[in-house]
């Protein structure tokens, strides 16, 4: 009996080696929330996922140096992180410690924002930000970190989206004014686009399968006379992309931000949460709580709790949770300069 039950342990243990299941922890900065800032100095910081320890300058402290000029956005793919600088680079780590693998320069101008299919990367790019006519999206192969194509697109291409063969990017009209949604097929490059109101950019996928679009509207106060547009929360059914709903927003109000958890989306006004359903035909009349910022810059929503960061360009920034279902503040950590995006790693 005794020798069965020792054989029957060793069995497992093999077993468990052979499947690769290890309790080895991947790197430092696994399980937790990366925040990126913008600059200057750009910068990124690390809070656990347990909301227990922070630390700035994250990649600095793996690689001693700095992470560029401009610090736009980051892409998670696999076992790595792509971390897209404003001025002509993303650099290449690892998601999980940080530790520099390579960069990708050439064939990129003002990149902005990066998703994945397979082992490619569409990354969104303006090109020379005061023409109007040479934005693109540069295709990389991520075995060789090249850019090996490129598809011209409409004015100030933004979030990068892939979605069953098709790529979604959102047209906020870089110093200008957009207003559509680009819908590249992956399989020939063709380019189709979805009209939405004025200055689209932040974009989810739904629990039915359908895009969610927030355009904050125009609101070019310095022109004569000014120009202000309504923003909407769009929503756009993927098989044929016709447009579901369009939930205008009154005159004057242009939210810039949207997070999307749990069959809702979130955004901030005026320093209030609103939550919309899926579901739901308007939008909603009541706020969920308040928040205690002075310049609300990044916000994501993850396991019941919204993520916020308050901006500073002269010193750190503060990157505020709240628990949704009580409706408070529970924790404030320093984070970097211009803190503008929350990911979960």
């Known amino acids: 009996m005794l020798s069965i039950f020792a054989m029957s342990l060793l069995i497992v243990s093999c077993s468990s080696d052979d499947d690769g299941i290890s309790s080895e922890p991947l790197g430092a900065y696994e399980d937790g929330i990366i925040v990126s800032?913008?600059?200057?100095?750009?910068?990124?910081?690390?809070?656990?996922?347990?909301?227990?320890t922070s630390e700035n300058q994250i990649y600095f402290n793996a690689?001693?140096?700095?992470?560029?000029?401009?610090?736009?956005?980051?892409?998670?793919?696999?076992?790595?992180?792509?971390?897209?600088?404003?001025?002509?680079?993303?650099?290449?780590?690892?998601?999980?410690t940080f530790e520099k693998l390579t960069t990708i320069s050439t064939g990129l101008t003002t990149p902005r924002f990066i998703d994945f299919d397979d082992n490619i990367a569409y990354v969104s790019d303006w090109g020379d930000p005061f023409d109007a006519t040479d934005d693109y999206i540069a295709v990389v192969n991520l075995t060789t970190n090249?850019?090996?194509?490129?598809?011209?697109?409409?004015?100030?291409?933004?979030?990068?989206?892939?979605?069953?063969?098709?790529?979604?990017?959102?047209?906020?009209?870089?110093?200008?004014?957009?207003?559509?949604?680009?819908?590249?097929?992956?399989?020939?490059?063709?380019?189709?686009?979805?009209?939405?109101?004025?200055?689209?950019?932040?974009?989810?996928?739904?629990?039915?399968?359908?895009?969610?679009?927030?355009?904050?509207?125009?609101?070019?106060?310095?022109?004569?006379?000014?120009?202000?547009?309504e923003a909407a929360i769009t929503r756009i059914d993927l098989s044929d992309n016709s447009i579901i709903s369009n939930l205008e927003f009154p005159a004057g109000q242009h939210p810039g931000l949207m997070a999307y958890d749990d069959g809702a989306a979130y955004y901030v006004l005026n320093n209030k949460v609103y939550s919309l359903a899926d579901n739901a035909t308007?939008?909603?009349?009541?706020?969920?709580?308040?928040?205690?910022?002075?310049?609300?810059?990044?916000?994501?929503?993850?396991?019941?709790?919204?993520?916020?960061?308050?901006?500073?360009?002269?010193?750190?920034?503060?990157?505020?949770?709240?628990?949704?279902?009580?409706?408070?503040?529970?924790?404030?950590?320093?984070?970097?300069?211009?803190?503008?995006?929350i990911y979960f790693n």
């Open 146 to 229: 090249t850019v090996f194509s490129t598809i011209l697109v409409s004015e100030g291409p933004e979030q990068v989206l892939e979605k069953s063969g098709k790529i979604y990017v959102s047209h906020k009209g870089g110093y200008g004014v957009n207003n559509v949604i680009s819908v590249i097929n992956i399989s020939d490059n063709s380019v189709e686009t979805i009209t939405v109101n004025d200055v689209p950019d932040e974009m989810f996928i739904d629990e039915s399968g359908d895009l969610l679009v927030l355009s904050s509207g125009a609101n070019q106060s310095w022109l004569t006379p000014p120009v202000e547009t």
């Open 63 to 96: 690689n001693n140096e700095a992470t560029g000029v401009y610090l736009q956005s980051i892409g998670f793919n696999d076992d790595k992180a792509y971390i897209v600088v404003d001025a002509g680079t993303i650099t290449v780590v690892n998601r999980y």
């Open 37 to 52: 800032g913008e600059g200057g100095p750009s910068s990124i910081s690390f809070i656990s996922e347990d909301l227990m």
């Open 282 to 341: 308007s939008l909603p009349t009541t706020s969920l709580f308040d928040i205690s910022t002075s310049y609300t810059y990044g916000l994501a929503v993850d396991d019941n709790q919204l993520f916020v960061t308050d901006a500073s360009f002269t010193g750190n920034s503060t990157l505020l949770v709240y628990d949704i279902s009580s409706r408070t503040e529970t924790n404030s950590f320093s984070v970097g300069v211009g803190a503008s995006k």
